[in-house]
T-cell receptor, first 114, second 112 residues
């Protein structure tokens, strides 16, 4: 069965370190997204990609970067982790962006920055 | 800009009916989604509305009024497993993006 996975599921790091969160989908979807979820804020879009070599900034992109070298993967990098980036991170994918195209979410990564 | 409002928390009794409201103010509109998210898990798709009216799927129904910027999710015959957060998300194509924007979610607690 097709799925979307994230790794690691839990990560503790220190302020200033570079951290990369992995996202892998086997749906063969063109579109992939990264969100963070914090109490009181809901899901906020960080970056997204409509296909290989395409990346775009979302609502809260400062301090984050992504790259899309193949269809299956969209790794999220925190260049220099900050305590404000402690959050739960969800990756999602969708086939297209029109009509009823829904997003399928990964299980999430809980990141703690000390 | 976009503004999506949902109640923060609701409680209901097992076997009852509950209605979770979502109001939105957006420049444009191209669909409204409802997702369910259990604690510590990923959001999962429940329903999609793009035209006015009611969409029914088993115990869950979703209603949309575009003129009022209003939707609700109706859960019937509540079960304990329905305790979860319910996320409303609106797609606004203004500016060229078709990515839905999420509300803050409504935490539903179902008690015996």
């Amino acid at each position: 069965d097709a799925e979307i996975t994230q790794s690691p599921r839990h990560k503790i790091t220190e302020t200033g370190r570079q951290v990369t969160l992995a996202c892998h989908q086997t749906w063969n979807h063109n579109n992939m997204f990264w969100y963070r979820q914090d109490l009181g804020h809901g899901l906020r879009l960080i970056h997204y990609s409509y296909g290989v070599q395409d990346t775009n900034k979302g609502e809260v992109s400062d301090g984050y970067s992504v790259s899309r070298s193949n269809t299956e993967d969209l790794p999220l990098t925190l260049e220099s982790a900050a305590s404000s980036q402690t959050s739960v991170y969800f990756c999602a994918s969708s086939e297209g962006v029109l009509s009823t195209d829904t997003q399928y979410f990964g299980p999430g990564t809980r990141l703690t920055v000390l | 800009g976009q503004n999506i409002d949902q109640p923060t928390e609701m409680t209901a009794t097992e076997g009852a009916i509950v209605q979770i409201n979502c109001t939105y103010q957006t420049s444009g509109f191209n669909g409204l989604f409802w997702y369910q998210q259990h604690a510590g898990e990923a959001p999962t798709f429940l329903s999609y509305n793009v035209l006015d009216g009611l969409e029914e799927k088993g115990r869950f129904s979703s209603f949309l009024s575009r003129s009022k910027g209003y939707s609700y999710l109706l859960l019937k015959e509540l079960q304990m497993k329905d305790s979860a957060s319910y996320l409303c998300a609106v797609r606004d194509p203004t500016g060229g993006s078709y990515i839905p924007t999420f509300g803050r979610g409504t935490s539903l607690i179902v008690h015996p």
